[in-house]
T-cell receptor, first 113, second 115 residues
Framework: AQSVAQPEDQVNVAEGNPLTVKCTYS??????LFWYVQYPNRGLQFLLK??????LVKGSYGFEAEFNKSQTSFHLKKPSALVSDSALYFC???????????FGTGTRLTVIP | EAGVAQSPRYKIIEKRQSVAFWCNPI?????LYWYQQILGQGPKLLIQ????????DSQLPKDRFSAERLKGVDSTLKIQPAKLEDSAVYLC?????????????FGPGTRLLVL
């Protein structure tokens, strides 16, 4: 069985500070990991994914994520937060042999001006 | 490149009524997904199509939900009859292929409220 945990429902960060949104996963075999962002009344937008290779993945809008196999984590990071980054962030995992993406419950990021 | 299109964007119905949602995937995308997102939760897969065939409908409540993708392009999801617990956002997504590493691209969703 596959699962994703996003331990923080809400993350607040000041504009210009670094941000981290946490994600841990459980899956059989090697995982495929994804981050999506959801703005109000809009669908999910793809940010980045880890398939294989370099553990540090760079994505859209200056976001990056680090895959840590020993800790089964895939935390989303950005060096300097913008107010426009305020949104709902979803981590998702897909195990080899699984048809679907399994999503976490989401973390609401608020960047304070 | 146009994204995934969905309509309507909002729908309000009474319980026991029927409702249908439409999705047009990104051009050339063979795989189409319907997800249900209940408030406060992540999206959950309802059904996956590869061209016009069903790959996975194990989570689809088949007594009331149905979906089709007759020509392997656009798709319709229907609920009949609707229950209060069907209130959710219904997201359509598409990907080029069904391989594990393929990125799924999502439409804006249809927000359904069942009264």
């Amino acid at each position: 069985a596959q699962s994703v945990a996003q331990p923080e429902d809400q993350v607040n960060v000041a504009e210009g500070n670094p941000l981290t949104v946490k994600c841990t996963y459980s899956v059989s075999g090697n995982p495929y990991l994804f981050w999506y962002v959801q703005y109000p009344n809009r669908g999910l937008q793809f940010l980045l994914k880890y398939i294989t290779g370099d553990n540090l993945v760079k994505g859209s809008y200056g976001f990056e994520a680090e895959f840590n196999k020993s800790q089964t984590s895939f935390h989303l990071k950005k060096p300097s937060a913008l107010v426009s980054d305020s949104a709902l962030y979803f981590c998702a995992v897909r195990g080899r042999g699984a048809n679907n993406l399994f999503f976490g419950t989401g973390t609401r990021l608020t960047v304070i001006p | 490149e146009a994204g995934v299109a969905q309509s309507p964007r909002y729908k309000i119905i009474e319980k026991r009524q029927s409702v249908a949602f439409w999705c047009n995937p990104i051009s050339g995308h063979a795989t189409l997904y319907w997800y249900q997102q209940i408030l406060g939760q992540g999206p959950k897969l309802l059904i996956q199509f590869q061209n016009n065939g069903v790959v996975d409908d194990s989570q689809l409540p088949k007594d009331r939900f149905s979906a089709e993708r007759l020509k392997g392009v656009d798709s319709t999801l229907k609920i009949q009859p609707a229950k209060l617990e069907d209130s959710a956002v219904y997201l359509c997504a598409s990907s080029l292929e069904a391989t594990y590493q393929e990125t799924q691209y999502f439409g804006p969703g249809t927000r359904l409220l069942v009264l």
